[in-house]
Structures are given as C-alpha cells and as structure tokens.
C-alpha cells in the first residue's frame, strides 16, 4: 500500500520502483526548477543511461509525469517542462516534490485558503449526514488529540484522520477526493510547527476538534462551518508564524 505524504514525511522514506525512482527524481528537479518552464528534458538515451533503467521503464514514467501535468511531448523537439498553471497541485506527489524542495508562505497560504473553501462546508454536510457512528468516530479523534503522550508525529497523525473522518461523514464523494490537500497542510505544520510539546496547546487543539465534532451532534451546519474556519485559521496563524521566524533566524 502506498504510503501517504504525512507518512512519508514523518518517516523519511518511500519504497520505490525503478519506474516510480525515474518519476521522483525527474519531478521534484522539475518543481525545484533543475528544468525550468519551457526547458527541454534531456533525450530517452541519456536518461535510460542515468537512471539505468529500459526505454520501456523510461517511456512508463514520461507518461506519469505528463499525466501530472508536468511535461508535454513534441514530436521533433522533445519533452518540455509544462507551465506551472498546468501542474496537477491535487497531486499528492507533486505535494511531496514541493515540500522536498521547500515551501514558502504563499504556499502555505494558498493551501489554507484551499482548505477554507472545501472543509467548512464539508463539516457542514456532517451537521446534516453524519449518523451517530460517524459521531462517535469524530468525538474520540479529537479528544484523542488531547493526549499527553503525543509526539510532533503521532499528533499530526490524529490530526490527519480527525480531519478525513469529517470530509467522510459529509457523505460527498467529491470532498473526500480533497484529503491530500490537507494532508499537504499537515505536513506543512508539522515541519515548521507543533503544539505537541506544549501541554496547554494540546489541551486547545483537542478543545476547538470537539467543539467541531459538538456543532455536528448538534445538527447546527453553520455552527460547524464557523468551527472549522477557526481551527483553519488558528492553525495557519501558528504556521505562518514559525515560518517567519525561521526566516529571520535563518537570515
């Protein structure tokens, strides 16, 4: 089974075909800008030769990374890297490329502004869907989350399925297709930020899930937007905040 982007992340390793080792490589010197927009890929001779893979192999990862959006093919001119408006951002490997390379503010902004758009109302759909199982499964993730034996880890974790667990009791499959954005968003607070050495601070991140997970029971779907944009916005606030100030320890 594949490992997500917090797993990856958390764990520091991926296991990988020679196929999917040619698709890595070639898509975060591509988001990393080794080949910038408009660049042309070396030629299926000199890859093959580098990656000591078949032209068969080869071919099978261009067209992944095309899939993704990444690169085009022209017929007598070769690969090109695609514009960046062209890249799938829903990608979760294209998510893990750009946090291997490093991510700025913007980025962490726009991820929450995404966030902003999708989960307020996908809680919102759990007012109105969730049965009192989904309930019961929210309830003890986000008391779980208060736990004081969390590591930065295993609290990014709970976070994470505290998370999809709401995008799956509001019974849309086509929020639930957003999960790897917030798993991106995760990732983000979990390298820059967390609350998990801090008793008090993991004592308000468990507060504001319930509070979430109690607008749900109670059937109110602007209470349970309204809770959610706070967990958003705090969140971001703390991240945005590390981000900067590593930033000017930095510089």
């Known amino acids: 089974m ?20 040619v698709v890595n490589e070639l ?23 580098r990656f000591k893979v078949s032209r068969t192999v080869l071919r099978e990862a261009m067209k992944t990374l095309a899939a993704k959006g990444l690169i085009v093919p022209r017929a007598r001119i070769g690969t090109r890297v695609t514009p960046n408006t062209q890249w799938n951002l829903f990608d979760s490997d294209i998510l893990t490329w750009y946090f291997a390379v490093g991510i700025n503010e913007d980025f962490l902004l726009h991820l929450s502004e995404v966030r902003l758009a999708f989960e307020p109302h996908a809680a919102a759909l759990a007012a109105r869907h969730a049965t009192e199982a989904d309930i019961s499964q929210m309830m003890r993730l986000a008391v779980a989350m ?10 990014a974790m709970a976070d994470l399925k505290f998370h999809l667990s709401v995008l799956e009791a509001s019974r849309n499959p086509f929020l639930r297709t957003v999960g790897s954005l ?5 990732v983000g607070a979990f ?20 509070r979430i997970v109690e607008e749900i029971d109670r ?31 930095d510089g």
Not at 15 to 20: E, G, N, P, Q, V
Not at 182 to 186: D, V
Not at 226 to 244: D, F, H, K, P, T
């Open 219 to 249: 059937r109110d779907e602007e209470g349970a937007r309204r809770a959610m944009e706070n967990v958003i916005r705090v969140g971001r606030e703390r991240v945005v905040q590390a981000l900067r100030e590593g930033q000017q320890v």
């Open 27 to 49: 898509g975060r010197a591509i988001i990393a800008g080794e080949y910038p927009v408009g660049a042309t890929l070396p030629g299926d001779a000199e890859l093959a030769a």
């Open 191 to 210: 390298k820059l930020s967390s609350p998990a050495a801090d008793r008090g601070k993991r004592g308000d991140v468990a507060a504001t899930h319930i």
């Open 146 to 155: 208060g736990d004081s034996e969390h590591t930065a880890e295993t609290l």
């Open 182 to 186: 917030i798993e991106a968003a995760l």
């Open 2 to 21: 594949r490992k997500g982007l917090l797993e990856t992340v958390i764990s520091g390793m991926n296991t990988r075909t020679s196929h999917a080792q």
